[in-house]
């Protein structure tokens, strides 16, 4: 089975510009969660979905948008870039929400650098 | 709000050694769970074991053990028998057990070098 899988990789933006990045959840999952993991610290939650609903979202500006498809695929948008969201965007995904316990799953991360 | 602490920004062990690491959260609740997360050079955060607050007893996963103390919230990560492939960075992860989001609380990491 294939594992979380984030798109692109890697990518270059100006500032001021807008970015999505896209996730995919392994098949079966329905809870899709995004962090923001910049140089040097570790992974800072951003958002939450679950079932398509937003489920919890961590200290970030409103520039920070996020959605779930019927699939449970998820898309995460910046907009009005700033040099500081220069990072690693990593997805993961997990069965349910709510558990606590229940393991989280982690793409290979979408790394973001604006110039 | 939750906070997870890692103060050893880097540790180096012989390779078949053991090594430990600290990690050490701050928090208001009861029913908690707490997890150790490896991220080689390939950036996908792998988890390495996981430990329900509520439960004395220390979780165990092959040469990966956990000293969990829940009074001093103190979740020490203990690598036996250092293979070449544990070198990475290593995050101690704190979620909440209660309902709504659980996004994790993540530490600043600790880099594991283990020298040959």
């Known amino acids: 089975d294939a594992g979380v899988t984030q798109s692109p990789t890697h990518l270059i933006k100006t500032r001021g510009q807008h970015v999505t990045l896209r996730c995919s959840p392994i098949s079966g999952h329905k809870s899709v969660s995004w962090y923001q993991q910049v140089l040097g610290q570790g992974p800072q939650f951003i958002f939450q979905?679950?079932?398509?609903?937003?489920?919890g979202r961590g200290n970030f500006p409103d520039r920070f948008s996020a959605r779930q498809f019927p699939n449970y695929s998820s898309e995460l948008n910046v907009n009005a870039l700033l040099l500081g969201d220069s990072a690693l965007y990593l997805c993961?995904?997990?069965?349910?929400?709510?558990?606590?316990?229940?393991?989280?799953?982690f793409g290979q991360g979408t790394r973001l650098t604006v110039v | 709000a939750q906070t997870v602490t890692q103060s050893q920004p880097e540790m180096s062990v012989q390779e078949a050694e053991t090594v430990t690491l600290s990690c050490t959260y701050d928090?208001?609740?009861?029913?908690?769970?707490l997890f150790w997360y490896k991220q080689p050079p390939s950036r996908q955060m792998i988890l390495v074991i996981r430990?329900?607050?509520?439960?004395?007893q220390n979780a165990t996963e092959n040469r990966f053990s956990v000293n969990f103390q829940k009074a001093a919230k103190s979740f020490s990560l203990k690598i036996s028998d250092s293979q070449l492939g544990d070198a990475a960075m290593y995050f101690c992860?704190?979620?909440?057990?209660?309902?709504?989001?659980?996004?994790?609380?993540f530490g600043k990491g600790t880099h594991l070098i283990i020298q040959p």
């Open positions: 928090t208001s609740e009861s029913d908690y769970y």
């Open positions: 993961a995904s997990s069965f349910s929400v709510g558990t606590g316990g229940t393991e989280a799953f």
């Open positions: 979905y679950y079932e398509k609903e937003e489920r």
């Open positions: 992860a704190y979620r909440t057990s209660g309902g709504g989001a659980d996004g994790l609380t």
């Open positions: 430990q329900e607050a509520y439960k004395q």
